[in-house]
């Protein structure tokens, strides 16, 4: 069986460091390992309407914001198809089809369903798009036959529902469809990577982002004001590590060249970490030795997304060679199941000849 990725993005905004370590950084290593046979990364639009019917224009501007973060951090149109969701039909026709093999009440106990809905304040009013996206995604999945799907921990509830799809789908109409598997961060600190300001997950709609085109001045202020110990007052002060921002970032973002190179006095983030909670370590010298970490990860990237920006004509075509080398996949999947659900009306030759035989037989 041939190995394949899907994932993606909802273009709601530019991309943040949150996506960075949370997905963008691995599907880069993954797409370079060749491992994989195909790569498939969808800028998941149709799904962004789902909670942006009122604001397409929002979509629309973004496509090309999230397409330029996706190259000027490494992903390569030669081995990775980069697509429009809503440019592949057969996505809405394979979603019709799985809505017959989930209950209201199943997408009711999903539990990112229920966080998102009440992030949204959809209680009272929950756009049926919105609450059928589970079954979207299982159809996004399923139409690429992907085998592994790289996600944040927040979407494992979505994997498992579209793999009771798949196991349904399969136990009513036979072996059709492929069971995909989650792939989440290897770096616990990357799973869930909050705010700057301490107070939820980095959410473009909440504000608290460090995106990933960010200048570097605008880096150093959002790093200087972020949140650590409340109780940390005095450099003398012992220091909390729970909940304090900066060092759930060096988690993520710190290697051990790091050290050598702007803080040479320690040799390792536990050393660090130890001296803070015994006290005599400032939240300040800290942030400066993250914010010169981030500007050397988002340096790069910066630039290459400022050299991609000066011919926007090219990221479109890449983008429309991707999507209609997606369709084409999709396509054939999506032949696949109604052939297995036996709604090939005019291709299965067997049944018009049964047909007509039938008829004959009553005739006579």
């Known amino acids: 069986m041939s190995k394949i990725i899907l994932t993606g993005d909802r273009p709601t905004g530019r991309l943040h460091i949150g996506h960075y370590v949370g997905s963008l950084q691995r599907r880069v290593e993954l797409q370079n390992s060749g491992e994989f046979d195909q790569i498939f990364i969808m800028i998941a639009d149709a799904q962004a309407l789902t909670d942006n019917a009122d604001n397409p224009e929002k979509v629309r501007q973004n496509i090309i914001e999230v397409a330029l973060d996706y190259l000027a951090c490494g992903i390569d149109p030669a081995r990775s198809t980069i697509f429009i969701q809503s440019m592949i039909p057969e996505l809405t026709e394979l979603s019709f089809y799985y809505m017959n093999l989930v209950t209201v009440s199943r997408l009711q106990r999903n539990p990112t369903v229920k966080s998102e809905i009440q992030a949204r304040n959809f209680e009272a009013s929950i756009p049926v798009g919105f609450f059928t996206y589970p079954i979207s995604q299982a159809a996004d999945i399923t139409a690429f036959k992907a085998t592994t799907v790289p996600v944040g921990e927040d979407q494992a509830p979505m994997l498992e529902q579209a793999k009771e799809i798949v196991h349904k789908f399969n136990s009513v109409y036979g072996e059709t469809l492929v069971e995909p598997k989650i792939l989440l961060p ?7 990577l909050p705010g700057v300001d301490g107070n939820a997950k980095m959410s473009k709609s909440l504000g608290n982002c460090i995106y990933l085109s960010e200048e570097p001045e605008d880096i150093r202020r959002k790093v200087m004001s972020m949140y650590t110990d409340p109780n940390h007052i005095r450099v003398e002060d012992p220091g909390s590590l729970e909940g304090n921002t900066v060092f759930t970032y060096l988690d993520a973002f710190c290697r051990p060249e790091h050290f050598e190179k702007y803080l040479p006095e320690y040799t390792s983030l536990d050393e660090l970490k130890a001296h803070y909670q015994r006290g005599g370590l400032g939240d300040v010298k ?58 090939n009306y005019f291709s299965d030759e067997a049944l018009i000849a049964q047909q007509q035989e039938r008829f004959n037989n009553k005739e006579s």
């Open 186 to 192: 290897e770096n616990e600190a990357c799973l869930r």
């Open 286 to 343: 800290v942030k400066k030795f993250l914010n010169k970490i981030l500007q050397e990860t988002l340096e790069p990237i910066r630039n290459r997304r400022k050299e991609l920006q000066k011919d926007i004509f090219a990221v479109y075509d890449i983008l429309k060679k991707g999507s209609e080398k997606a369709e084409q996949v999709a396509a054939q999947t999506l032949l696949d199941v109604k052939d297995a659900m036996k709604i």
